[in-house]
C-alpha cells in the first residue's frame, strides 16, 4: 500500500468507537422528536400545557445538542479531518452540531407560550399563542430529525471507509516483502577446489 493510501486511513478502532458514539446520539435525538409531543390524541394543543414539561425539552435537548458539540470538537481536533473520508464525517458532524443547536431555543418558545396562554382571556391572542406553539414545538422536533439525519450520514461515511480498508486489506498481505529473485539455470556454479 502507498503511503499515501495509508495516510489517508482512519483507524479501525478510531471507527468503529466513533460510529457506535454517533448511533447511540442518532437514536436519542430520533427518540425526542418522535417522543416530545405538544398536541394531544385529537390533534389540539391542550387548555393548559405543561410548562414544566415543555422547558424540560428544552433543557433535556441542550444536553443532546451539548454533546453532538462535544464530539464534533473532539473528531475535530484528530488528524482524522484531513483525510478524505474524515473530511466528510466532518462537514456531516458540522451540520449536526448547528442544527441541533436550533432545537433549544424553540423548545423554550413553545415554553413561554404555554406560560403565557391561560393567562390570555382574548380568543384572537389564545389563537396565536397556540399556533406560535405548535409552530415552535415542530420546527424543535424537526431540527432533531434532521440532526440525527446528519449522524446517520456521519456513521454512514465512516461504515463504506471501513468497507474500503477492508477491500484493501488481501492487497496490502499480497504487497508484503520483495520475493527473492528466481534462482539462475543451472543452480549454483561450485567453486574450484585449491590446487595443492
Not at 436519542?28 to 414544566?52: C, F, H, I, M, R
Not at 436550533?102 to 390570555?120: G, I, M, N, V, W
Amino acid at each position: 500500500m502507498t503511503p499515501n493510501v495509508q495516510r489517508d486511513l482512519i483507524p479501525s478502532d478510531d471507527a468503529l468507537h466513533l460510529i457506535g458514539t454517533l448511533n447511540a446520539m442518532k437514536d436519542k435525538l430520533l427518540n425526542a422528536a418522535e417522543q416530545w409531543q405538544l398536541l394531544d390524541e385529537n390533534g389540539d394543543v391542550p387548555a393548559t400545557p405543561s410548562y414544566p414539561a415543555l422547558l424540560q425539552h428544552a433543557a433535556d435537548v441542550q444536553n443532546l445538542s451539548h454533546d453532538v458539540l462535544r464530539v464534533t470538537a473532539d473528531f475535530a481536533r484528530t488528524p482524522h479531518p484531513t483525510t478524505r473520508a474524515g473530511s466528510t464525517v466532518l462537514r456531516h458532524l458540522a451540520t449536526a452540531a448547528t442544527i441541533s443547536s436550533h432545537a433549544a431555543p424553540h423548545f423554550t418558545e413553545t415554553a413561554q407560550c404555554a406560560l403565557a396562554l391561560p393567562r390570555s382571556a382574548n380568543p384572537t391572542d389564545r389563537h396565536y399563542l397556540k399556533n406560535r406553539m405548535v409552530i415552535d414545538h415542530a420546527s424543535a422536533r424537526a431540527f432533531l430529525r434532521r440532526s440525527s439525519e446528519s449522524l446517520r450520514d456521519a456513521a454512514k461515511e465512516l461504515d463504506d471507509h471501513l468497507a474500503f480498508q477492508r477491500c484493501l486489506a488481501p492487497l496490502t498481505r499480497q504487497e508484503g516483502p520483495p520475493l527473492p529473485p528466481p534462482p539462475t539455470p543451472g543452480g549454483r556454479r561450485r567453486l574450484a577446489a585449491p590446487n595443492p
